[in-house]
């Protein structure tokens, strides 16, 4: 584990533990103790890595692999918004308030210890915590559609643990170490790796099912549907990136898959994300529902970082780490601002809507900064990710996927589109008619992210320069 880093998992952790004590007769003591607490570690991560000295020496000086870092900074970037948002969003009395950032800060502990760990036991245990939390949290509001949420969730998600903890037995039989090193040694070397590919393939396969990738996407749009309306972009935003997408790029890497190693795993890896892409972005265009379209296009979106994780070449690994950050931007500020929506309409279907931007002018343009991103629209950060993804596929002769994730990319576009027109342009709707833009807290993490999202896109040479850091170290 990155000691460095150890901090960052343990004061959360505290925390979590601190908060049903000191917020018992207090409630919103809880909603400041989770904001003040991840506010510090942002500043502090967000120091370490853009202190001028660093960005004048090209980020040579980053500690560690450069990537858990910067893993740690967008989960804690994320938790912030959603614990902000959801300070204001609550209802005054919630009986479950202390528990609900509890859990919040629990699975921002797990998160930081899945991207710092350097085994894969301990990589296994704390996905399983962020397991259960996200159980917990997708109940939060107690409807009918969280809990057939978060059952459908346990359930379509405990084959891909089985499938893990087999795949870290043989792992143990065949390496006799379950540490990331032993694993890249043992790729590097001569000698015959059919079981510890195999047993690869099990682990790859039970995070890719974690990841939502089709066609194991079931439990994806109800969980994200039926969940309490912060709790969905925390969901969407972060964790199934790191409970899932996070390991399956780790492990391409460790597998060396852009020496050719492990080919057939890599081209079976590379057919579902594309797969990923053109089905997420397809069913998203027959959505009615706001949450149930971005839950899809979600989907679409996750299929580009692992389409680059399967080719696994420094270039696509740049662009899967890079698309995986700003998916956690951009995903994050549309999932707020459908919970807007809900709050301010009392409904998130599409067709019940429309004209919204006379009522919320601040929600609307949020959420067209963030979808043109998502769309890979220049000179937004999405489009930077997309184009070393897609340059990487046409680099390594795979032009036939590097046109289709382009085509798809502009499908991404109309879905959006569509989806812009029927709830924030046109005639004002009935719904428009009775609403009003949410307060000022409400807007400040969707107008935060989008104010990331403008700066990685416009500041993308000092990014790149970050990002091609991590794909040297993660690799050699």
Not at 194 to 217: N, T
Not at 367 to 394: D, E, H, N, Q, R
Request: with cysteine; glycine share 8%.
């Amino acid at each position: 584990m990155d000691k460095g880093l150890l901090a960052y998992l343990l004061i959360p952790l505290f925390t979590a533990v601190l908060i049903p004590f000191i917020a018992r007769n207090r409630p919103r003591l809880a909603d400041i103790f989770a904001n003040v607490t991840l506010l510090a570690g942002l500043v502090n991560l967000l120091w370490l890595a853009l202190r001028p000295s660093v960005i004048a020496g090209g980020f040579a000086d980053i500690p560690g692999d450069a990537l858990s870092l910067l893993l740690v900074a967008a989960v804690y970037l994320v938790g912030l918004c959603v614990t902000f948002f959801s300070a204001y969003f609550m209802e005054e009395g919630l009986p479950n308030r202390q528990a609900y950032y509890s859990l919040i800060l629990t699975s921002i502990a797990a998160m930081t210890g899945v991207v710092t760990t350097g085994d894969f036991f301990t990589l296994y245990v704390f996905i399983e915590v962020l397991a259960v939390t996200s159980f917990a949290l997708i109940t939060t509001d107690d409807s009918a559609g969280g809990i057939e949420g978060a059952i459908k969730y346990f359930f379509l998600t405990f084959p891909a643990s089985a499938l893990i903890m087999v795949g870290i037995a043989i792992f143990m039989i065949s390496l006799g170490s379950l540490s990331f090193d032993s694993l890249r040694v043992y790729m590097s070397s001569d000698m015959p790796d059919g079981p510890v590919v195999f047993a690869s393939a099990l682990i790859m396969l039970g995070f890719l099912i974690k990841s939502g990738v089709v066609p194991f996407h079931a439990w994806t749009p109800d969980a994200y549907q039926g969940s309490y309306a912060p709790v969905s972009a925390h969901l969407a935003g972060i964790v199934t990136k790191i409970s899932g997408v996070y390991a399956v790029v780790k492990l391409a890497t460790l597998l060396r898959f852009f020496d050719g190693r492990a080919q057939a795993l890599s081209e079976l890896v590379m057919f579902l994300g594309l797969l990923s892409i053109a089905v997420g972005a397809i069913a998203a265009l027959r959505q009615t529902s706001f949450k149930r379209m971005l839950a899809f296009s979600s989907i679409s979106q996750v299929g580009y970082i692992v389409l680059a994780a399967g080719l696994g070449t420094p270039l696509a690994i740049m662009g899967a780490v890079f698309h995986l950050i700003n998916h956690a931007t951009f995903k994050t500020t549309l999932f707020l601002n459908s919970a807007s929506l809900e709050k301010a309409a009392g409904t998130t279907d599409m067709d019940k809507l429309g004209g919204m931007e006379h009522a919320m002018p601040w929600t609307s343009w949020t959420s067209v900064i963030a979808l043109l991103s998502t769309a890979g629209v220049p000179p937004l950060s999405g489009f930077w990710s997309k184009l070393l993804i897609i340059l990487a596929l046409w680099e390594s002769g795979l032009k036939t996927y590097a046109v289709l994730a382009l085509l798809f990319s502009i499908v991404t576009l109309a879905y959006f589109m569509i989806m812009q027109r029927k709830v924030f342009f046109g005639r004002k709707s009935p719904a428009a008619e009775r609403s009003s833009e949410v307060s000022a807290p409400l807007l400040a993490p969707a107008v935060l992210m989008c104010g990331v999202i403008v700066a990685l896109g416009l500041l993308f040479p000092y990014f790149y320069q970050y990002v091609k850091v991590v794909a040297e170290r993660i690799i050699l």
